[in-house]
């Protein structure tokens, strides 16, 4: 066990040492994290606001009068333009609305996603939805028709999502997202240079010729490995977790500007769990980065070359990444237990489970028992290819 730990120390002092490598991998994530994932959703909304609150142009081509005074109450500004379409894309305006033979046809540029214009044209759109219930009664109630008898009953949408899910919002999906992107990120420099930079470097040969068994030459690259990204995944948590307390605390105002209702996911997002909820979390990130680690190690010991490690190392993040986007539609599933039981997917449902707070022990229990299985494969594999001369002594 000493010789273990002594490998896995000469593997993290030549990570001190590079210390734009240190500071990249733990300091960075915690300072730029909230940054990141808070700044944009707190710049639209300011800006959401101020469409919201200041007056823009909108172009009209025969409109009634009593529309363009809905208009002007919705803090729009009518101007009559030759040709609507044209004026919206060069903006001289940013909608324009059109009347003709009963119907109303809205521009705006709507293409490149939420936009101004997107913003303005909703803005048109409600003053014709007020407009519209206003004409509507009025006509009822010239034929001596009470307009209420078009509304008989009051509908109220509640959200029955456990307050834990709720109480999450963005981390529901950004949880899982980062701590597998993380736990790649932070052993990837370790554990190439720990391989395939060993090899270029020659050292590799004199260490596999020093009286330390193989076993445990592999355990201190791979320990070496395992605390690297689990430091840069726990920086990375904290930097997550720190921004969404600042943005929920200081940003509040912002925030809900940008919320569609009450019972709308907090964008802030917050972990609600109780001591096992996080320890649960804890045990799935360690197990799933002793997978990951593994894996790392056998793609870098088998690279000929630092740049060719890399290479290999790109298409495990991308297969990583790919249970994410299972992720998103994950709710139009009937999740089944074996689910938790495939590779990868196992421990992005896992985790997204836990933050929800709909986790159940079966499927707990399939997580880690399979991905400690895998670990243990990949572990297996990584020690075969130690002991293949040419597989170690290829360069």
């Not at 273990?4 to 030549?14: F, P, Q």
């Not at 009963?102 to 803005?123: D, F, I, N, P, W």
């Amino acid at each position: 066990m000493n010789e273990v730990l002594i490998i896995a120390r000469k593997e993290l002092l030549s990570v001190v040492r590079e210390r734009r490598l240190l500071f990249t991998t733990l300091v960075l994530p915690i300072l730029v994290m909230p940054l990141l994932l808070f700044g944009p959703v707190l710049l639209f909304g300011s800006l959401a606001q101020r469409t919201q609150e200041s007056v823009q142009r909108v172009g009209v081509v025969g409109v009634p009068a009593g529309l363009l005074a809905q208009l002007r109450q919705a803090k729009v500004e009518p101007v009559e333009v030759a040709n609507p379409q044209e004026a919206v894309r060069g903006r001289e305006v940013e909608a324009a609305l059109v009347y003709e033979n009963g119907r109303y046809t809205l521009y705006g540029r709507l293409s490149g996603g939420t936009t101004q214009s997107a913003l303005v044209v909703e803005k048109v759109q409600g003053a014709l939805r007020a407009y519209k219930d206003r004409v509507v009664a009025e006509r009822l109630r010239a034929k001596g028709i009470e307009p209420e008898l078009l509304e008989p009953f009051q509908v109220e949408t509640v959200d029955a999502s456990r307050e834990q899910e709720r109480a999450a919002g963005l981390f529901a999906f950004l949880v899982p997202y980062f701590l597998v992107l993380f736990i790649q990120m932070g052993g990837m420099p370790v554990a190439v240079d720990a391989t395939a930079g060993e090899k270029e470097k020659g050292t590799l040969e004199a260490l596999l010729a020093a009286p330390v068994p193989l076993m445990q030459v592999l355990l201190g690259k791979g320990l070496a490995v395992f605390v690297m990204s689990l430091l840069s995944t726990l920086a990375a948590m904290a930097g997550l977790l720190l921004g969404g307390g600042i943005v929920r605390n200081h940003f509040s105002a912002q925030l809900q500007a940008l919320q569609r209702g009450e019972d709308a996911p907090r964008l802030g997002g917050a972990l609600a769990l109780d001591p096992l909820g996080y320890l649960s979390i804890l045990v799935t990130a360690v197990l799933f980065a002793l997978l990951v680690v593994a894996l790392m190690i056998s793609l870098g010991l088998y690279a000929r070359s630092y740049k060719e490690a890399q290479g290999y190392m790109s298409p495990l993040m991308l297969v990583m990444l790919v249970p994410i986007l299972f992720l998103q539609f994950s709710d139009f599933l009937r999740l089944q237990d074996w689910y938790f039981a495939l590779p990868f997917v196992n421990v992005v449902l896992a985790l997204d489970a836990l933050v929800k707070g709909t986790a159940t022990a079966i499927q707990l229990g399939l997580t880690w028992l399979s991905t400690l299985a895998y670990a243990g494969l990949a572990l297996y594999l990584a020690y075969l290819s130690f002991q293949r001369e040419d597989v170690v002594f290829r360069n």
